[in-house]
């Protein structure tokens, strides 16, 4: 489903019929001939960050969060985990949400997909997430308090995938 690496990603976009170009948002849409599917290349973090991952996918994401994570955390692509996790990075608002549904699913879920996700969700660490995202702390949807107890909510997952509860 997605795709992380740039080699591949200029394979794969070679073979498609580029539709249409934001140049504010840096956002590609792509017609792939063979599939018929629509695919979107795009910077989550924009260009502010040197190192910002470029992420190519098929447009629109399926509906729904708990289907989104079930798809991409087994796919046993850790691009797909990882890809969803960088989405998911942008919106703090629904961290306690998708920590519900890891908690509630972890073991539907591969440990390694588990793990990739919650890696690149910047959970773990939200004041170095916030800092390469340029986010102000004043201005986020949710305060310190929450961001602290998303934290530790996020790391008793990580340890109960860990060892198996």
């Not at 629904?94 to 073991?107: F, V, Y």
């Not at 310190?144 to 008793?156: D, Q, S, V, Y």
């Amino acid at each position: 489903m997605y795709v992380l690496d740039y080699h591949q990603q200029v394979k794969r976009i070679n073979q498609m019929i580029p539709l249409r170009k934001n140049d504010k948002t840096f956002e590609v849409y792509y017609h792939d001939p063979q599939s018929g599917e629509l695919w979107k290349s795009f910077f989550p973090y924009g260009k502010k960050m040197a190192n910002s991952p470029k992420l190519l996918r098929p447009e629109p994401l399926p509906n729904g969060m708990e289907h989104q994570l079930e798809l991409c955390l087994n796919s046993g692509n850790l691009a797909d985990a990882e890809g969803l996790g960088i989405e998911y990075s942008l919106n703090p608002e629904k961290w306690d949400a998708l920590l519900t549904l890891l908690d509630r699913n972890r073991k539907k879920y591969t440990r390694a997909g588990f793990f990739a996700f919650l890696n690149k969700l910047g959970v773990k660490d939200p004041g170095k997430a916030f800092e390469a995202l340029q986010f102000d702390f004043n201005k986020t949807p949710i305060s310190k308090n929450e961001l602290n107890t998303l934290k530790k909510r996020a790391r008793k997952l990580w340890f109960k995938k860990l060892i198996g509860i």
